[in-house]
């Protein structure tokens, strides 16, 4: 399998877009000769891309498989066999929120304390 040219191919989608090129370099901060010069590199880097990719508003994941997202982990299917038993569940965590709310309530009482200790 032939290696793939990167700028070449940027310099495709880019003309195909119908994006200016003044508008590209200008937006990438960078010169009309650099931004030629990047077309010119076959091994452009991926990030440079990728920034090209938003301004021109195209997704490269077609074009290099390496800009494609990872597969997402599958998710564990949680199930609870009875009414009885997502009851239970469900007022265990009420139980740990009402001791996270309680113990916030106790740091901002010692926080509100500390702040008029400071205003005095």
Same mark, same amino acid.
Not at 57 to 66: G, L, Q, S
């Given at each position: 399998?032939?290696?793939? @040219?990167?700028?070449?191919?940027?310099?495709?989608v &880019?003309?195909?877009s119908?994006?200016? &090129?003044?508008?590209? +370099?200008?937006?990438?901060g960078?010169?009309?000769?650099?931004?030629?010069?990047? #077309?010119?590199?076959p091994?452009?880097? #991926?990030? +440079?891309?990728?920034? &090209?990719?938003e301004?021109?508003? @195209?997704? +490269?994941?077609?074009? +290099?498989?390496?800009?494609?997202?990872?597969a997402?982990?599958? &998710?564990?299917?949680?199930?609870?066999?009875?009414?009885?038993?997502?009851?239970?569940?469900?007022? @265990?965590v009420?139980g740990?929120?009402l001791?996270?709310v309680?113990?916030?309530?106790?740091?901002?009482a010692k926080?509100?304390a500390?702040?008029?200790e400071?205003?005095?």
């Amino acid at each position: 399998m032939a290696k793939q @040219h990167r700028g070449e191919i940027l310099q495709e989608v &880019v003309l195909k877009s119908g994006v200016k &090129v003044t508008k590209l +370099f200008a937006a990438l901060g960078i010169s009309r000769a650099t931004l030629y010069r990047r #077309f010119e590199d076959p091994n452009l880097d #991926f990030d +440079f891309i990728k920034r &090209v990719g938003e301004i021109i508003y @195209h997704n +490269f994941a077609e074009e +290099f498989k390496e800009l494609a997202p990872a597969a997402a982990e599958p &998710v564990e299917v949680y199930q609870i066999a009875s009414v009885e038993e997502c009851k239970d569940k469900l007022l @265990h965590v009420y139980g740990l929120y009402l001791e996270k709310v309680r113990q916030y309530d106790e740091l901002k009482a010692k926080y509100d304390a500390l702040l008029s200790e400071k205003a005095q």
